[in-house]
């Protein structure tokens, strides 16, 4: 057998037919014109979607809703800690350490107030009692029964549903 004959293979015709297949062009269809969505527009429409055909996991394997996917919110338990109140607004030396959101938290509110508000965060409030600019005081055992009682009876919807200006 000679150098040039061992070389000259030739490939079966199944793979080259299969290769040609592979590489055909797809026909496909222009979506109608529209504006673009946002992606938590698309995802917002996905999830409908899979709604609406009965498809999707809502449940876990126990039966249980799972918390981010229930029809209302599900509201978690009352904690001290999150029920505790700003006692006294000393004041903030007017630079630096989050001064633009500090003006919108007010003497009485909890913790869990300015979780619910929209524009607060709690840890501006524990970063600003560390620093000394503001005062925490505990909740009192009737304040905390008074709460659990109300997330026991259903009716823990917060009370102040504002927006920070």
Known sequence: MTKSASTARVAPASKSNTKAKANAPVQQTKAPASAPLSPIEVARANVQA?????????????????KGLSAEPVVAKPQRKMLRVID??????????????????????????????????PSD??????????TLRDCTDAEYDAAVKAWEQG????????QAA
Not at 125 to 134: D, K
Not at 155 to 162: I, R, S
């Open 50 to 66: 899979k709604a609406d055909a009965g498809v999707g996991v809502t449940l876990h394997t126990n039966g249980n809703a799972i």
């Open 88 to 121: 006294k607004i000393i004041g903030h030396p007017g630079k630096g350490n989050c001064v633009k959101r500090f003006h919108l938290y007010t003497e009485g509110m909890t913790l869990l107030h300015t979780k619910v508000t929209e524009g607060l965060i």
């Open 125 to 134: 409030v524990t970063f600003y009692a560390e620093l000394g600019y503001l």
């Open 155 to 162: 009716k823990a919807k917060p009370e102040v549903t504002t």
